[in-house]
């Protein structure tokens, strides 16, 4: 095991109790520290995400599957995790949504932090970051200089890695590799959700689950929405649906193959539909445009998007409407804007880098965004985006309605 380097300070607390370990990326490099959350060694696509609180989200988030998680923020743990005491399990409300998470458990292949705060302090805390990681049998590494880290990655992008714990059995880096994480993490068959106490008609909204995000359903219910979810792979001809929703997810959105194919095919119904991150990804490529894995991605609370105007042909010379949004993100891969259809153009655009932010269709009701408006954990300053899919839901519906109750040949 290779030895901590002399410059870097020690945890105190924890340090004589916690076993040694190391974090071995594919260049070669190692970043030893100490061993929390399950002792066990795990391989991962090693990531970084910026932010500065909202780990029991972000670690349950299942756009990070199959990934060790770098946290860019030097304290993890301080406020504990918001389970049940005696049984770790998370609340649920009515509707058996996580009350506190974006899924029922740890999504990410390993936590690496600077330091992990072993006695937090919250009325809502149930277990420590270590029990709650050890429940879901998800090592962590602290004790690490994540800033050197961070830079290294940024440097030469995402890398394949392992963590090994002292005393664990040895992985191979290639071991965490995950086929097709999206199947992994979609709902296995169709659930229902319908708001509490609500009655009468509703407008129906068709969930497709590549990995959704827990607020995605409580922002729908919220807005007295009936939601329908149903898998990835779900064949969406044999479903009746006002309004479709795209969800967020890990991975490779070329590796979903049949969610593209049935988007395709919904376009030809004319209903509206609204993709997230993932979303907006299998919408660009239903559309016929492309995608492309970032060098690092975007992954954090803090990435400002700014908001095209109508007819902006490129995000070069970016002609905004003067808006510009800070969003919630967590993506390793993005659309090419010069490969969508004319009848499509650029809605958002990243402030940092250009890279595409959201696209929408100039002659139907579709359109997405790479970043999350119901952002939890982060800004919801473009929740207004929900509000407005929905609103094109009612519109479309109603007009639905009229022209059925017109007598024929007639208006």
Sequence with gaps: MKKQPEAQARPSRQAKRAREAVLVLEDGSEYAGWSFGKPRSQAGEVVFTTG??????????????????????????NYGVPVKPRTGEPYLDGQGVPVHFESPMVQVSGFVVSEACGEPSHYDS???????????????????????????????????????????????????????PVADVSAGEVRSYRPAGAAGSLPRIVLVDCGVKANIIRCLLARKT????????????????????????????????????SVRRAFQTGKPIFGVCLGNQIMALAAGGDTYKLPYGHRGQNQPCIELAPGSETSKGIKASSRCYITSQNHGYAVRGETLPKDWESWFVNANDNTIEGIRSKKGPFSAVQFHPEGCPGPRDTEFLIDGFLEEVTRSSTTKTLKQQLPRGGG
């Excluded at 670690?59 to 923020?73: E, H, N």
């Excluded at 792979?233 to 490779?252: H, M, R, T, V, W």
């Design 226 to 261: 009936e939601v329908i979810r149903v898998p990835w792979d779900y064949d969406l001809k044999n479903i009746e649906y006002d309004g479709l929703f795209l969800s967020n997810g890990p991975g490779d959105p070329k590796a979903c193959g049949k969610t593209i194919a």
């Design 126 to 180: 149930g277990l420590t970051l270590s029990a709650w990681l050890e429940k879901n049998n998800v090592p962590g590494v602290y004790g690490i200089d994540t800033r050197a880290l961070t830079e290294r990655l940024r440097e030469h992008g995402v890398m394949q890695g392992k963590i090994l714990v002292e005393g664990s059995r040895d992985v191979t880096i290639d071991s965490g590799i995950v086929p097709h």
């Design 52 to 77: 500065m609180t909202g780990y029991p989200q972000f670690l349950s988030d299942p756009s990070f599957r199959g990934q060790i998680l770098v946290s860019t923020w030097p304290l993890a743990g």
